[in-house]
């Protein structure tokens, strides 16, 4: 996520440099034709704007759709935050010898509380490793200078911003030795580490360390983790409509093609010096158009580890830190800060 006020000019150009460069090219070379007497076919203002406002509002609902999916992934993690509170809540309060008929020790209950709460952040961690594989259609797992690409901002401006060992890592810290590898070993980890919590409150009801009441709530918080898991996954499994993120540019780029036959002899009827003043001004008004498809095209996706991700390893810190203070630790991890702009 980028946490600062405004983007600098100098990494604008860095970003959309290559766009810059070929617009450029482009319309200089269409601009040399008509300097050269080798084109003189004009298309007229009326048609090409026309298709460029049809473009706009195609990509304008294009990039709401985007801005949609990755409103609705923080959304969701924001009720992974206030549930995961509530689960320490519970976990500290309901877990209790109140209603045990063999009483355990002390000593033992608070084993329970740790065990039950460091499971859960164990999840926090497993869930979002998950997000972060990458599906066919993120810019990842497209091959040639749309990968490379995609790996650069990934080192430059996403997950290579931090030490992710530290993640994968995680589980091994938050799971009890003689579970980890049975969970792990699962195609959905952070699915079965939920069960298991289930199935570790259904031991402690028969126990009598949980009342009927307090397990069915604790059992509903866990449906609640499931629903908010199953709602990620369904942003990341489901990719915006390929029809629409397709079309969108290949409509800019008709329009694009399109704007210096008419941009260029427009401004030759203002003077001889006007075919090259076309160049910069059809180059500006092609090179918004593109960075209207492009952000759009890099929003849709909010956990391909990029800059423009949903900060899942900050909200991950930020609810390990809350839990274990419920449990009256004191050495805790350090929250996650941004790093050149970027929180992730």
Same mark, same amino acid.
């Not at 007497?37 to 009326?46: A, D, N, V």
């Not at 084993?111 to 039950?116: E, F």
């Not at 069915?216 to 866990?222: A, D, N, S, V």
């Given at each position: 996520?980028?946490?600062?006020?405004?983007?600098?000019?100098?990494?604008?150009?860095k $970003?959309s =440099?290559?766009?810059?460069?070929w617009?450029?090219?482009?319309?200089?070379?269409?601009?040399?034709l008509?300097?050269? @007497?080798l084109?003189?076919?004009? /298309?007229? $203002?009326?048609?090409l704007?026309?298709?460029?406002?049809?473009?706009?509002? !195609?990509?304008?609902?294009k990039n709401?759709q985007?801005?949609?999916?990755?409103?609705?992934a923080?959304?969701?993690?924001?009720g992974?935050v206030n549930?995961?509170?509530?689960?320490?809540?519970?976990?500290?309060g309901y877990?209790?010898?109140l209603?045990?008929?063999?009483?355990?020790s002390?000593?033992e209950v608070k084993s /329970?509380? %740790?065990?039950?709460? !460091?499971r859960?952040?164990?999840?926090l !961690?497993?869930?979002?490793?998950?997000l972060?594989?990458?599906?066919p259609?993120?810019?990842?797992?497209? =091959?040639g200078?749309?990968?490379?690409?995609?790996?650069y901002?990934q080192?430059?401006?996403? /997950?290579?911003?931090?030490d *992710?060992?530290?993640?994968?890592?995680?589980?091994?810290?938050f799971?009890q030795?003689?579970?980890?590898?049975?969970?792990?070993?699962?195609?959905?980890?952070?699915?079965?580490i939920?069960?298991e919590?289930? #199935? *570790?409150?259904?031991?402690? #009801?028969?126990?009598?360390?949980?009342d009927d009441? #307090?397990?069915?709530?604790m059992?509903?918080?866990?449906t609640?983790? !499931?629903?908010?898991q199953?709602?990620?996954?369904?942003i990341? @499994?489901?990719p915006l409509?390929?029809?629409?993120?397709?079309?969108?540019r290949?409509?800019?780029?008709?329009?694009?093609?399109?704007l210096p036959?008419?941009?260029?002899?427009e401004?030759?009827n203002?003077?001889?010096?006007?075919v $090259?003043?076309a160049?910069?001004?059809?180059?500006?008004i092609g090179?918004?158009?593109?960075?209207?498809?492009?952000?759009?095209?890099?929003?849709?996706n909010?956990?391909?580890?990029m800059?423009?991700?949903?900060?899942?390893?900050s909200?991950?810190?930020?609810i390990e830190?809350?839990?274990?203070?419920?449990?009256?630790e004191?050495?805790?991890?350090?929250?996650? %800060?941004? %790093?050149?702009?970027?929180?992730?």
């Amino acid at each position: 996520m980028l946490v600062t006020k405004s983007i600098s000019v100098v990494k604008i150009i860095k $970003w959309s =440099g290559p766009h810059i460069i070929w617009l450029l090219a482009f319309m200089g070379s269409v601009a040399a034709l008509y300097y050269f @007497k080798l084109l003189s076919i004009s /298309i007229p $203002w009326l048609p090409l704007s026309v298709i460029g406002t049809a473009v706009a509002f !195609y990509v304008g609902f294009k990039n709401n759709q985007a801005y949609d999916r990755m409103w609705e992934a923080r959304k969701i993690w924001g009720g992974i935050v206030n549930d995961s509170r509530s689960w320490g809540m519970m976990v500290d309060g309901y877990i209790t010898n109140l209603f045990a008929t063999n009483k355990v020790s002390d000593q033992e209950v608070k084993s /329970i509380k %740790k065990r039950l709460i !460091y499971r859960h952040i164990g999840w926090l !961690y497993a869930h979002r490793s998950q997000l972060l594989v990458a599906t066919p259609w993120e810019h990842i797992s497209q =091959g040639g200078h749309i990968a490379r690409t995609a790996e650069y901002y990934q080192k430059k401006f996403g /997950i290579g911003l931090i030490d *992710d060992d530290v993640t994968r890592r995680e589980l091994k810290l938050f799971l009890q030795s003689e579970e980890h590898d049975r969970l792990v070993a699962n195609v959905n980890t952070a699915t079965q580490i939920i069960n298991e919590q289930s #199935r *570790d409150l259904s031991a402690l #009801r028969e126990k009598g360390l949980l009342d009927d009441f #307090r397990h069915t709530q604790m059992t509903g918080l866990l449906t609640n983790f !499931y629903t908010l898991q199953g709602k990620n996954e369904r942003i990341k @499994k489901f990719p915006l409509p390929r029809q629409y993120a397709n079309m969108s540019r290949i409509f800019v780029g008709i329009f694009v093609f399109l704007l210096p036959f008419s941009m260029v002899p427009e401004l030759m009827n203002l003077a001889n010096w006007g075919v $090259w003043l076309a160049v910069p001004i059809a180059a500006l008004i092609g090179w918004i158009y593109v960075m209207m498809e492009v952000v759009g095209d890099y929003t849709e996706n909010p956990f391909q580890g990029m800059a423009n991700d949903i900060p899942m390893l900050s909200l991950c810190r930020v609810i390990e830190i809350d839990l274990r203070e419920m449990l009256g630790e004191t050495d805790l991890p350090p929250g996650i %800060k941004p %790093k050149e702009g970027v929180l992730m």
